[in-house]
C-alpha cells in the first residue's frame, strides 16, 4: 500500500492524548505531508517535536483547517461539536476523540480490528471509541465471532491518565502532598484518588449508571454491530498511572472452552495473550503502558452459566485506547 | 446481658489484625480477666498497650492455654492447624481467624450479623471467615431474605492490608522508592503493587481460580446456608492501604427493586447505605478506613437479567473482615 502524503492536524495537541497522537504519527511513520498543531489559547506559542523538526502550537480558530486532510481531534465535546463540522466542511476527515459524535448513525464509530469497512461510510468525521469500550471489543470480538456473546459483566479499574494531564498530576500531586505531610487537593476527581477506588467515572445519568458506563453498553453494540448484547458495567478508577484493566465475565450463546479462547486471543489482530497463571504471569497495567497491544489473560471457566468465560483485559488507555487507534483509522483512509 | 470477665488470649498479637483485635476489645470494652498476647519469637518481650496498662508479648508454646478461656487466633494457617486444637483442648474456645478450619463441617463459619445460630454447634474451634467475603455476606445477606440470591459476579478492588503489615510495608516502600528514584523491592506481592492492580491474591487451583476466589465461592454458601448460590469471582490487590471494595452484581430469583434494596439496606444490622450518586456520594475505601460498619451504594437496576440488581460494597478487611467480626463473635459466647 502507497500513502500519498497527507496534510494532518491534530486538534488539543498539548494534551495526554494529543501528545501520544503525534508521537504515534512519528512512530508508525505515518506520511505527514503539513503537521499543524491546535490548543487552547493557554499553549500558543508552545513547541512540540515531530520527527526532529519543532512546531509551533497555534490557536483553533474557524479558518484553522484551509489544505487539513486528516484532522485528530482530542480536546473535548465541546470544541468537537464546534470546531469538527467546521472541519468536515473544509476537507478534512475528522477522526474525534471525544463522545460527541460516537452515537451518531451517521458517524462510523471504528475499532480497525473490529469494524474497519465501516470507516468507508463516513461524512466527513469518523468517531474514536472511548478507551474502557476499545481494549473490550478488540479482546471479545475474536470469541464473539466463535461464539456470539450473549450478555457481560464489567467491572473497570481505570488509571488516571483517562482523565487526561490533569488526572495524572493530581494522583501525583496528591502522593507527593501526602507523603510530605501537606493537604490533598482534589480538582479533576470528586474524591481523594491516591490509595483510593472512586466508582464514579463523569456523570451519572438518571438510571444510576455513569456515562463513562453507558458508553461501554451502546459503544460495544455499535462496533461490534451487534445490538442484542447485554452489557453490565461498573467503571472505577483507581490510583494507577496508565492502562485500563478490566474484570470481564461473559456468557456466550454456544460453547468455548478456555483453552480455544486462548487460541482465538493468541492470533487475534492487536491482541496479545497473557496467560500463565501457575508462575503468576498475567496482564499487568505496568506493563501494558506504552504497549500497542491489548494484553488478555487469566481466561478461565466460569461454571456458574451455561457458556461463560472469565478474562482480565488490560491496555494502555491512551494509546490503543485513544490516540494509536486513532492513527489506525487515519492509517485505513490512506 | 450480664458478661462475665474471661481470661483472653490473642495469637499472633503484633500482626496487622491481631494488633486491631487488641484494640477492637479495649474499644467495645469486652470483658477481660486476663489477657495474654503470643506471638513469633522474633516479638518476644515487645510490650503492647490495653487498658491503660502494658503487657508483654510472649512466644507461642504448647503449655500457652492454660486457663485461656477464649483465643482469638490470627496468626496464619499453620499455627491455627498445630495451635488451635491445643488451645481447644486445654478448654479454650478458639475463634481462628485463618482459612485452616473454615470449610471443616464440623466447625461453625461465623459472620454474626448472618448466622449467630451457628455459634452455639461449635466444638473448641469457631472459624472467622474471609474478608472479602464477610462484607459482601453482610450485605447480600438481607437481600437474598428477602429475594433470593441466583447468582453473583464479583471483582474485588482489596488493600494492601489484606496481607497484613507486610503488604502494607511494601506498598509504603515502593511509593517512597519510586518519588525517591531508588528501585523498587517486591517480596509481599508478586509483582510491584505500587500504581498497579494484580488480579492475583493467593496462589492459583487448576480451575485457574485463585484460593481467594474460591474462599468467595464456598465461604458465602456455608455462612449464607445456601449451597445452592452461585459466585463467579476475581479477585484483585489495587494500591490502596485499608478497605476492600467490591463491584457486586447479583442475579436474585424475585424482583427486587432498588428503591427496595435500598430500604433493606438502611435497616439491616452492620450496613450503612451510602448512596445519592448525583452529589457523588457512594462508598469509598478512604471513608471506610477504621469504620465498624459495611457501606453499601451505587445500588441500581441490572436491566440485562430478569431481577438484577448493582451494588458498591465497600468496609475495612482489617475491622469488620476479620478482628471486628472476631470479637463479636467472643461477645455471642458471653
Known amino acids: ?11 488539543g ?3 495526554a492524548v494529543g501528545t501520544e497522537m503525534v508521537q504515534t504519527l512519528e512512530q508508525r511513520n505515518f506520511p505527514v505531508k503539513n503537521l499543524r498543531l491546535f490548543a487552547s489559547p493557554n499553549s500558543e506559542g508552545k513547541r512540540m517535536s515531530f520527527k526532529g523538526r519543532d512546531y509551533v502550537v497555534e490557536p483553533l480558530g474557524e479558518d484553522s483547517f484551509e489544505g487539513v486532510e486528516i484532522a485528530l481531534f482530542s480536546a473535548g465535546s465541546e470544541r468537537s461539536k464546534k470546531y469538527g463540522p ?17 452515537m451518531d448513525p451517521g458517524v462510523p464509530l471504528v475499532v ?4 474497519p469497512h465501516t470507516v468507508k461510510n463516513h461524512k466527513g468525521i469518523i468517531a474514536n471509541p472511548n478507551c474502557s469500550t476499545i481494549q473490550m471489543v478488540v479482546a471479545l470480538y475474536p470469541l464473539h465471532k466463535r ?5 457481560i459483566v464489567v467491572s473497570t479499574y481505570q488509571s488516571v491518565s483517562g482523565a487526561g494531564q490533569k488526572g495524572i498530576n493530581e494522583l501525583n ?3 507527593r502532598a501526602l507523603y510530605s505531610f501537606h493537604s490533598v487537593v482534589k480538582k479533576a476527581f470528586p474524591h481523594q484518588i491516591a490509595f483510593n477506588c472512586l466508582p464514579q467515572i463523569d456523570v451519572f445519568a438518571p438510571d444510576g449508571y455513569t456515562n463513562e458506563e453507558l458508553k461501554m453498553v451502546n459503544e460495544t453494540r ?3 454491530e451487534a445490538p ?11 490510583p494507577v498511572f496508565h492502562s485500563h484493566s478490566e474484570s470481564v465475565n461473559v456468557e456466550f450463546e454456544s460453547d468455548l472452552s478456555p483453552e480455544e479462547a486462548k487460541k482465538i486471543i493468541s492470533g487475534a489482530p492487536g491482541c496479545m495473550l497473557v496467560d500463565d497463571p501457575p508462575n503468576s504471569v498475567y496482564p499487568l497495567a505496568l506493563d501494558a503502558a506504552g504497549r500497542d497491544e491489548v494484553f488478555v489473560g487469566r481466561i478461565r471457566r466460569d461454571a456458574t452459566v451455561k457458556h461463560g468465560l472469565n478474562l482480565w483485559i488490560v491496555s494502555d488507555n491512551i494509546r490503543k485506547g485513544a490516540a494509536l487507534n486513532a492513527v489506525q483509522i487515519a492509517e485505513i483512509l490512506q
Open 228 to 238: 442484542e448484547i447485554l452489557v453490565s458495567p461498573t467503571a472505577v478508577r483507581v
Open 86 to 102: 467546521i472541519a468536515a466542511r473544509a476537507g478534512a476527515v475528522v477522526i474525534d476523540n471525544s463522545s460527541a459524535f460516537r
Open 13 to 15: 495537541a498539548t494534551g
Open 173 to 175: 500531586d496528591q502522593v
Open 147 to 151: 461464539a456470539r456473546i450473549k450478555r
Open 222 to 224: 455499535k462496533i461490534m
Open 112 to 115: 480497525p480490528e473490529v469494524n
Open 1 to 11: 500500500m502507497t500513502m500519498e502524503p497527507k496534510n494532518v492536524a491534530v486538534v
